[in-house]
């Protein structure tokens, strides 16, 4: 074990890998070349159409050890790495490892794969109960969590080398040019399923939307394409939007929403390009709401809104508040319908958005960013893959992505949940390293890092309720009490690695 | 919790429920300048006794007061106004709603009780405000004379629901049924010079309407309004924000009434305007706003005002 520059410990070996521990977020330099693969030489001019999962999964000639991934624009709808798995069992294939985009809670139906050994390592975070059984040691299945920018990054440099690829193609035609524009599974942005199509050995496109060549416009290219499964289909439509992309009516939610607002205006960013980024809970959604009036009061004309798009966006694109949207993801219907009206509603692969290793990934170019947390400390480290019972429950999403490369990243959280304080002494798991957060909003107030003092100085002028995190802290615990500490066993079941591939911190197997 | 209550804003007081620990718990989080937390209407009658507890410790543990606290009680002429008294008092709110207040006399008797509970508890006589809420045809009447009861008095409250409910007219959104009533209870606040603070408005979803009520009644000269939801803070804040303008002429205005100080004379003039001490004090009420909106940086004092003795 050694010490990573955050003071957690981190094997030297991991799953038969060596490991790097983190020091910092800027300085790990690459030192590979771009992963490669076969070309292929296909003549013919007919069609690419394979009768059913199986047959794909015979052609693609997968074998026992190998890595699949599937891309996660299905969300929580989503049936193909359900159905995959089941495939891939029957034709008695085992210790094959998924290294899809994210696994939801969905998937929850390939827990007894992973018990029966079919599926033997997950390259990539998951959201619900795979995870919490993992850390309770009831799954013995080596996981290791990857943000968007550095999952795009792992398998561009071919430290996860995919072997297969079964991408979901909402519109795809026989010859394998896709979309995910139209059909029933229509979900928007193919911005994860893009990295795959480029670096995998083998391209399976699974449709349930064959279209007459040619399927336009091109998303994915019938050049990568190596075979085409209509299936009945991919899922469950109504289930393929997130579930929270309304704004919030709470008031706490609210008024975290309004300080969150206040930073955004005192930090001097809010003019002509502006650029921006929130996510879809009911507080991240009101503060677009407040972004969005600021910018109509001010006249102002932003440069780009990023990241997982939703409705709020598309309004702001339409009514000129931006000039662009850069979606690596539909995060709803409204998106999913502009991405294939607007010519400003550009698709981005998830590599552009956040991959820290290229000439420049879209969140450098971010000036503010809101995130949310399970967890923060009083060096502003930020979890939000575990909660406070030690479950890995949640993935890192393009979290570290953008709070490294925008110029303020603001998170927000209640300060209390249920009876825990989300304000502490540390956090249970580090996604994001404090370095790179800008500021902690709750209800309770409002903690500026160190790093900002003008900001925290124009805060306290419009009588905001700026405070030191550790007061902030201690104001939450006399209200909570100090959590005992969770108590762990040794064993280590993942690893959250930070978008560099260095390992920020480890999950360890909750005590029984 | 003021310096001077007459200069206390009173923008926005929010009524809480009593027998609603989650929300009493965030009431030091709210930005609105006063609570009132509520016994009466809000509270069910098996629920008197639970919320008057309820309310008494929140209020002992709430020892870094940021706002303005009152507390409706019951109506005096029921069996639970007393208690609630007897219960909230100790934990020293800063003032009592009161209710049904149709008759200065209803108001007397709160007064003399307020004072029993003073020279009880060993506490300087005057110290628990009251907020009388003007509620009825009856109270509209004799607003004027419950204006002028005891000094004891922040202000006056119109409370249109039971008005309405009074009258047997319906309240609509445009609110013409209320304004005879409106103009009435703020003659008679400002006339006793204590504020005017104007009712409910209840459509918690509809913010274009509230915002209209509270443009309307900032004109005609209300200080503030309560409200049902802390949604509403804003929109009302926003309504009282002073323009830009009026904060640089009331800066303005402090600075001449300084220099006049200084020069050992009353009155001055600015830009050929005579300043005299109604221009003072509407500047100095401008600044305190500005102040609370974050568009000053500094209090406006006494001194700054009257001088010093």
Not at chain 1, 56 to 81: C, E, F, Q
């Amino acid at each position: 074990m050694v010490l990573n520059s955050l003071g957690r410990q981190i094997p030297e070996i991991f799953a038969g890998k060596k490991q790097i521990p983190y020091s910092d977020p800027w300085s790990l330099q690459p030192n590979a070349e771009r992963s490669t693969r076969a070309i292929r030489r296909i003549n013919h001019n007919g069609s690419k159409l394979l009768g059913s999962l199986r047959e794909a999964i015979i052609a693609t000639g997968l074998k026992d050890g190998m890595t699949i991934s599937t891309h996660h624009s299905l969300r929580n709808g989503d049936h193909l790495l359900n159905d995959l798995v089941k495939e891939i069992d029957a034709l008695g294939l085992r210790d094959i490892k998924i290294a899809s985009s994210s696994i939801h809670i969905v998937h929850a139906e390939l827990i007894p794969y992973i018990r029966k050994g079919t599926i033997t390592g997950l390259e990539c975070g998951v959201n619900g109960l795979i995870g919490e059984l993992i850390s309770k040691g009831e799954l013995d299945c080596p996981i290791i969590v990857r943000s968007h920018g550095g999952r795009a990054r792992a398998l561009i440099t071919g430290e996860v080398p995919v072997d297969v690829a079964f991408l979901a193609a909402p519109c795809c035609d026989e010859y394998g040019n896709f979309n995910g524009y139209y059909g029933p599974s229509a979900c928007g942005s193919l911005g994860y399923a893009m990295v795959d199509a480029q670096h995998a050995h083998k391209v399976v496109a699974v449709t349930d939307n064959l279209v007459p060549y040619p399927a336009i416009p091109v998303g994915i290219p019938q050049t990568v394409v190596d075979f085409v499964v209509q299936v009945p289909t991919l899922g469950d439509p109504k289930k393929i939007v997130s579930s929270t992309t309304r704004v919030t009516t709470d008031p706490i939610g609210l008024q975290i929403a309004k300080y969150a607002a206040n930073v955004i205006e005192c930090s001097g960013l809010m003019k002509n390009g502006f650029s921006f980024q929130t996510g879809t809970g009911g507080i991240s959604l009101s503060v677009a709401e407040h972004v969005r009036n600021m910018m109509r009061k001010d006249k102002i004309k932003g440069s780009f809104g990023c990241g997982g798009i939703t409705g709020y966006f598309v309004e702001m694109l339409e009514e000129g508040l931006f000039e662009a949207l850069f979606d690596v993801q539909c995060f709803d219907l409204k998106a999913v319908e502009s991405i294939g009206r607007n010519r400003g509603h550009q698709e981005i692969t998830a590599g552009t958005y956040a991959n820290p290793f290229n000439c420049g990934a879209v969140v450098n170019r971010l000036d503010c960013v809101i995130i949310s947390a399970t967890e923060i400390d009083v060096d502003f480290n930020v979890n939000v893959n575990t909660e406070s019972n030690g479950y890995l429950l949640h993935n890192t999403g393009g979290h570290c992505d953008v709070a490294a490369g925008a110029k303020l990243s603001i998170v927000v959280a209640p300060s209390i949940r249920g009876r825990l304080p989300i304000v502490r002494d540390a956090v249970t798991t580090i996604t994001t390293p404090g370095e790179t957060v800008g500021v902690i909003v709750t209800e309770r107030g409002i903690a500026v890092n160190d790093k900002f003092p003008d900001l925290k100085a124009e805060l306290i002028k419009h009588r905001v309720p700026v405070k030191d995190i550790r007061e902030l802290r201690d104001e939450i615990y006399a209200i909570t009490g100090v959590p005992k500490p969770l108590q762990f066993e040794d064993k280590i079941v993942g690893l959250v690695e930070y978008r560099d591939g260095s390992i920020i911190d480890v999950i360890r197997q909750v005590a029984a | 919790m003021a310096e001077n209550p007459a200069y206390q804003l009173r923008r926005t007081l929010l009524y809480v429920p009593g027998n609603m620990p989650s929300m009493l718990q965030n009431i030091p989080l709210f930005q609105c300048d006063g609570v009132i937390i509520d016994l009466e209407d809000a509270v069910p009658l098996s629920e008197k006794d639970a919320a008057r507890i309820l309310v008494r410790r929140f209020l002992e543990n709430y020892t870094e007061r940021n706002k303005e606290i009152l507390v409706r009680i019951n109506p005096l002429d029921t069996k639970w106004a007393l208690d609630d008294l007897k219960a909230v008092l100790p934990a020293l709110p800063d003032g009592i709603r009161l209710p049904k207040a149709d008759t200065p006399e209803i108001v007397e008797r709160l007064d003399t009780l307020l004072t029993e509970y003073e020279e009880e508890l060993g506490l300087e006589l005057g110290r628990f405000r009251i907020l009388p809420s003007i509620e009825s045809a009856q109270g509209v009447i004799n607003a004027t004379e419950i204006s002028r009861v005891t000094p004891r008095l922040i202000g006056l409250a119109f409370g249109a629901e039971d008005y309405t409910a009074s009258m047997e007219i319906e309240r609509t959104k445009s609110g013409e049924e209320l304004f005879n009533a409106r103009m009435n209870v703020l003659w008679a606040a400002k006339s006793a010079g204590i504020q005017a603070i104007d009712t409910i408005f209840s459509d918690v979803n509809d913010m274009d309407a509230l915002r209209r009520e509270t443009e309307l009644i900032k004109r005609l000269g209300y200080t503030g309004k309560c409200m049902v939801n802390p949604r509403q803070i804003d929109v009302i804040h926003d309504v009282f924000a002073p323009k830009q303008a009026e904060v640089d002429y009331a800066l303005q205005v402090i600075d001449a009434i300084k220099r006049a100080r200084e020069m050992g004379t009353g009155v001055i003039s600015l830009k050929g305007k005579m300043i005299d001490a109604p221009v003072v004090k509407r500047a100095a009420r401008v600044l305190r706003t500005a102040y609370a909106h974050g568009l000053v940086d500094v209090i406006i004092h006494e001194e700054d005002i009257h001088g010093a003795e």
